[in-house]
């Protein structure tokens, strides 16, 4: 007899002393044909693979088991659901060995946790899940029930009736939309000739200007924003005026300022504003340096009489 374990398994090898009426290979040997998975098959137990159907939390741990997740289970027989049989499968967890027993339940088509863990709870709210709820089994059973339907009729009528004005205006409401389809074409029409040409005449315009794009049509908060926008004028004009000033005047301080009276140093401040009004319109475009020589001379008599009067 071989006790090579691969050659016995592959149920191949006769060895010499076997004869046909000793029978099968597998009865010469004394063993079963599931080899070690039957071993316990006088208690009723086969062993089989028993693959998780769903996420559990291991009851000794309290680590997660994961569906899909592969075991040797000892599968029993351990009732009846009409003919169909109830099965049981006891298994150890990998994580801590610790058993256990999972249940077939052909009631509601599912595996039922009988010890040893819990069932990782993946069950989602409909309005979470943003799906539909779907009639239950048994009212969808009910509706082919004639006595249920005549019941509940009056009630699904009264509804219907409810909900028939609204469905009505709204049914008239679309009719009136489309009745006059050449008239909904021509306005359709007329709007598209309307925007090709609108753009065809920016696009001419954008052209005119020199620019690739098209500009769009001038608006109003356009036009106020940009007259809400401050330059920094004044500062420039007045940094002008005073640069023009110094360049009118002489360098030469003027002698005869002495006898000044107070109108006369009002009237010369007025002259300096005059003269520089003439420097700024100068630096803008247009005297000649003989044209504005005279304007200029009173600012630098200003400046003379203003270091006199302080003296006096
Ligand atoms: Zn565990």
């Not at 994580?95 to 039922?112: A, F, G, R, S």
């Not at 863990?117 to 943003?130: P, R």
């Not at 940094?239 to 003027?254: G, M, T």
Request: aromatic letters at 8%; one cysteine or more.
């Amino acid at each position: 007899m071989s006790s090579l374990a691969a050659a016995r398994a592959d149920n191949f090898y006769y060895p010499p002393e076997w004869t046909p009426n000793q029978g099968s290979l597998n009865k010469f040997h004394g063993q079963h044909a599931l080899r070690e998975r039957a071993r316990k098959l006088d208690q009723g137990i086969l062993i089989i693979r028993f693959e998780m159907p769903f996420n559990i939390w291991c009851g000794g741990c309290n680590s997660m088991i994961a569906k899909g997740v592969r075991f040797n289970a000892e599968k029993k027989q351990v009732g009846n659901y009409y003919s169909t049989k109830i099965w049981s499968f006891t298994m150890k967890s990998a994580c801590c060995k610790h058993e256990i027993v999972i249940q077939t339940d052909p009631k509601n088509c599912e595996y039922v946790i009988i010890s040893g863990a819990t069932k990782k709870t993946e069950e989602y709210d409909i309005e979470d899940a943003e799906t539909f709820a779907l009639p239950a089994d048994e009212e969808r059973g009910k509706l082919a029930d004639p006595f249920y339907r005549l019941e509940h009729q009056e009630e699904d009528l009264k509804k219907k009736k409810e909900a028939e004005p609204v469905l009505v205006r709204l049914q008239r409401f679309s009719d009136a939309r489309h009745s006059d389809d050449y008239s909904l074409n021509k306005a359709l029409r007329a709007q598209l000739r309307g925007q090709k040409k609108r753009v065809a005449e920016e696009e001419s315009a954008s052209k005119k200007m020199g620019l690739g794009i098209r500009l769009l049509p001038a608006a109003k908060e356009d036009t106020a924003a940009a007259a809400h926008v401050k330059f920094s004028s004044k500062f420039e004009k007045n940094r002008k005026n005073k640069r023009a000033l110094i360049q009118a005047s002489s360098i030469f301080p003027r002698q005869s300022g002495s006898s000044t009276s107070n109108k006369q140093l009002e009237l010369e401040s007025k002259r300096r504003k005059i003269s520089a009004a003439a420097a700024s319109n100068l630096l803008v475009g247009g005297f000649k340096p003989s044209a504005w020589s005279q304007g200029a001379v009173p600012s630098r008599k200003q400046k003379g009489i203003s270091i006199t009067g302080r003296h006096s």
